[in-house]
Every structure is written in structure tokens, then in C-alpha cells.
């Protein structure tokens, strides 16, 4: 439950709680995270689709909570995610973006699990489901096959899966180069392919040795980020979610100490990122982006997304209504958390309860002297009310 305020100085935000405590205190506004699940995470966007969905609210609404609950129950149903906190990190352009991403997913995982698709289904030994290295091995004491044999068979195997793979040319280079050493006798400490797919510059003679003809840059992140997206479903998964949070720090034109400041330039750059994701995301299957923040951006005429006609042009489609509308590209969480009581009574319960007192402790709201303002979400209004009212805070519901 993030935002900007004086509170925020002694308020332990939402991006550093602990994922226990993610868990135990989470309350589903309206049914919100459950819906995304259900209509794109299950069945949408794992069945080759894109989706870009947009979370605004007031500073203290629960955008941070929901997006990293919602980041957790992704990775238990076969998802890589990826967090990006832009009032930590400056991204600057797509290339960014994808460095940021691709720091995060597990790529152990991920090629692993794409070697094992591919000697069950392409070499044909399905009963194999051991570490990919110990394939070799395995292969001549249990089938009495030749290794030199069997680690050719296995060479054109990946070539051939790979070429069915609607990957970046580059992309599914540096991915084959990368595979090839994690079947070879030797496994490099740091293979240049690996570097190059993590994001990393490689000089010209690395790049020249692995194949490829530029390091990641702005031309070809986007292809790169939707190929990482492809890979993370066929490596027996579901895809990729990238959650982008406190976007709205793009748009604030006054520099804060630990905060990144995004001049004019850089804005635009940020807009532009955000313009190629929502137009690019019917052509980008198994990603999934949502985007959280304040809603000041959409009201900025200078600074904020009214700046950059091509991507308010985007926004702008929403249809406004009184009724909410969880199809909706864009959620106002202050209005999920008005239009639903019982999970307001749920959420007081929740932040009540012993065991989020014992993980967070006392000092997670220290007495502010009074109640919090209407510039703050209710639910951050709520706990803090919880928290300073004596005999409520840990009682047992």
C-alpha cells in the first residue's frame, strides 16, 4: 500500500513486506485478483494471448499489495514474474525494461525444463524427468545408448524444436548456445549467451564468437521480451507477468533523494515504452503487463500521460462508467474497495490478527499523532486507525 506522503517516511511500505505477510493480510477487492485469474491468467493469456491491464488508486489504496499477491500466485500456477518498482528503478526505454525482466526470471528453470520438454517429446523418452545434464548418463545405463550418439541426437533435437519457435533470430541463437553448453562436458561460468540473454553488454569479440550483431538495444528489446515471454510458456510453463508499480513517479517534477527523476526526455522515453506494450499486446502471446500507480499522470496536461499524444490516445478508449467493470484495461482500486463492505470488514479483521503484528512489529505505524486524510486510500486509512486504536491491534477475530 504504497504512495507518496509524509507518512511514507516511517510507513514500512507494501515492496518490503515480507511475502508472509503478503499472504496473510491480503483481501481481494471485489473479487479483482480472482477475476484476472480466472479470465486471463487461466486461459487467456496462456493460450497465446496479451493483455495489458492498468491499476490506479489513491497513495495507501493497495496497489503494491495486490500487484505482489497477484505476482505470487502467478509463480504457483507456472508463471515467471517479474517486479519493477519504478520509484526504485529508472527505466528509461524498452531495453531497459527487458534488462530489468530478464534479471529476474529464473533461467536455470527455464532451460531445464524446455531440455526436458525436448527429450521427452522430440528424442522420445518421456519416462526421463532428472536434471538435463544427467541425460547423457542416464541414457547409457538405463537405455545402453552410445553417449557420443546420444549427445547428437539430442544437438539435433534442440535445433530442430528450436526452429518451430517464433523467437527473435538472435534470441534463439543466444537460447541454443546456452543449451548446448548445459548438455557439453564443460559448462562455462559466464557463457557470453547467458550474459547476452540476462541483458548484459558483451564486447565485439564476445558477440562475435556467440553470433549475434548487437548487444540488447531499443530496436530489438521489444522482439527480445516477447521471445522471453514465448520461452517461459514452452519451458513447460504458462508465460511471463511483469508488474510495473508506482508508475506514476514518471510524471513527478520535483527530485526526491532515492528517487529516480525522469526528465522530459526520459518521460517520453517511458511513454513510448508504455505506448509499444499496449499496442504491441495482441501480438505478444503469453505476456501479461499491469501497470500501477496514482492516477496524477492522467490528469497531468505537461508532465503527464496528456503529453504524449500517442499513448494517452491509447488510454483514452476507456469507457467511463458509474458501474465497475473488472473487464476493464483500467481498475480504480479506491472504487473496488468502495463498492465492496465486506472486504473492508475482512481487511480490519485481517490487519487485527496476531500473526501480521508478530511478522510486521510495533514500529510498522507509529503513532501519527491522528487519523489519516481522504488523500489516502481506505485501506491504508484503516490499518493505521487499527493500529493505533488500543486493545485492537493483534486482538483475535
Known amino acids: 500500500m504504497n504512495g507518496d506522503g509524509s507518512l511514507n517516511a516511517v510507513w514500512l511500505d507494501a515492496s518490503a513486506w515480507p511475502n508472509a505477510?503478503?499472504?496473510?493480510?491480503?483481501?481481494?477487492p471485489l473479487g479483482i485478483e480472482g477475476f484476472w485469474r480466472t479470465w486471463y491468467?487461466?486461459?487467456?493469456?496462456d493460450q497465446g494471448h496479451g493483455k495489458v491491464k492498468c491499476v490506479i488508486g489513491r497513495p495507501g489504496s493497495g496497489k503494491t499489495h495486490v500487484l505482489r499477491h497477484l505476482g505470487l500466485v502467478a509463480k504457483e500456477i507456472g508463471y515467471q514474474v517479474a517486479w519493477v518498482d519504478f520509484a526504485k528503478t529508472k527505466v528509461a526505454a524498452i531495453d531497459d525494461l527487458y534488462r530489468v525482466v530478464a534479471g529476474q526470471v529464473d533461467w536455470e528453470n527455464l532451460l531445464n525444463e524446455t531440455l526436458i520438454e525436448i527429450i521427452g517429446k522430440e528424442l522420445g523418452y518421456p519416462e526421463f524427468d532428472g536434471n538435463p545434464r544427467d541425460f547423457i548418463t542416464?541414457?547409457?545405463v538405463e537405455r545402453q545408448v552410445v553417449p557420443a550418439l546420444l549427445r547428437r541426437d539430442l544437438r539435433e533435437a534442440i535445433d530442430r524444436w528450436l526452429r518451430r519457435a517464433d523467437w527473435h533470430p538472435e534470441f534463439r541463437l543466444a537460447v541454443r548456445t546456452w543449451m548446448q553448453e548445459q548438455i557439453g562436458d564443460l559448462v562455462p561460468e559466464?557463457?557470453?549467451a547467458a550474459l547476452w540473454l540476462q541483458g548484459e553488454k558483451l564486447g565485439a569479440s564476445q558477440r562475435k564468437t556467440l553470433g549475434v550483431k548487437s548487444n540488447v538495444t531499443r530496436r530489438n528489446a521489444r522482439a527480445l521480451l516477447?521471445?522471453?515471454?514465448?520461452?517461459?510458456?514452452?519451458?513447460r510453463g504458462r508465460g511471463l507477468l511483469v508488474l510495473l508499480d508506482n508508475v506514476h513517479v514518471v510524471a513527478l517534477t520535483t527530485r526526491l533523494d532515492g528517487r529516480p527523476y525522469y526528465t522530459k526526455g526520459a518521460r517520453d522515453q517511458v511513454y513510448e515504452m508504455l505506448r509499444q506494450l499496449i499496442d504491441e499486446s495482441p501480438f505478444t502471446p503469453y505476456l501479461m503487463t499491469i501497470l500501477a500507480g496514482t492516477a496524477d499522470p492522467l490528469h497531468q496536461a505537461k508532465a503527464g500521460f496528456p503529453s504524449y499524444p500517442a499513448l494517452w490516445e491509447r488510454l483514452q478508449t476507456e469507457v467511463q462508467s458509474n458501474k465497475v467493470n473488472r473487464f476493464s484495461d483500467m481498475v480504480d482500486l479506491?472504487?473496488?474497495?468502495?463498492?465492496?463492505?465486506?472486504?473492508v470488514i475482512k481487511l480490519r479483521h485481517a490487519w487485527s490478527r496476531?500473526?501480521?503484528?508478530?511478522?510486521l512489529g510495533a514500529e510498522f505505524v507509529p503513532d501519527s499523532g491522528g487519523s489519516l486524510g481522504l488523500?489516502?486510500?481506505q485501506p491504508r486509512r484503516l490499518i493505521t486507525e487499527v493500529w493505533q486504536t488500543p486493545g485492537e491491534r493483534g486482538h483475535v477475530w
Open 21 to 28: 505477510v503478503i499472504q496473510e493480510a491480503f483481501v481481494d
Open 41 to 45: 491468467l487461466e486461459g487467456f493469456v
Open 138 to 140: 542416464w541414457g547409457e
Open 190 to 192: 559466464d557463457s557470453p
Open 226 to 235: 516477447a521471445s522471453l515471454a514465448s520461452l517461459a510458456h514452452l519451458a
Open 334 to 343: 479506491d472504487r473496488l474497495w468502495d463498492g465492496d463492505e465486506e472486504a
Open 354 to 359: 496476531e500473526a501480521v503484528v508478530g511478522m
Open 375 to 377: 488523500e489516502w486510500g
